[in-house]
């Protein structure tokens, strides 16, 4: 047994959880991909719904002034 091993181990152990974090930011950045375009979809939808209802532009569809 080395002095350095218990340090390798600590590094194979830090380098395993750094990989596993990683793989869950990646899934979770796909899941809200997926529902922010669901989101976007379903504003949209009820954009149209309150334009057929009253023929006016809807406010949800405005973009603030500072925009």
Same mark, same amino acid.
């Given at each position: ?9 600590? +590094?194979?152990? =830090? /380098? #395993?959880? @750094? *990989?596993? &974090?990683?793989?869950?930011? $990646?899934?979770?950045?796909?899941? +809200?991909?997926? =529902? /922010? #375009?669901? @989101? *976007?979809? &379903?504003?949209?939808?009820? $954009? ?20």
């Amino acid at each position: 047994m080395t002095d350095t091993q218990p340090l390798e181990e600590a +590094i194979a152990h =830090l /380098t #395993r959880q @750094v *990989e596993e &974090l990683s793989d869950v930011i $990646a899934r979770q950045d796909g899941e +809200i991909q997926v =529902l /922010t #375009r669901r @989101v *976007e979809m &379903l504003m949209n939808r009820e $954009a149209e719904r309150e334009v057929d209802a009253s023929g006016t532009v809807a406010i949800a569809d405005q973009k603030p002034p500072h925009w």
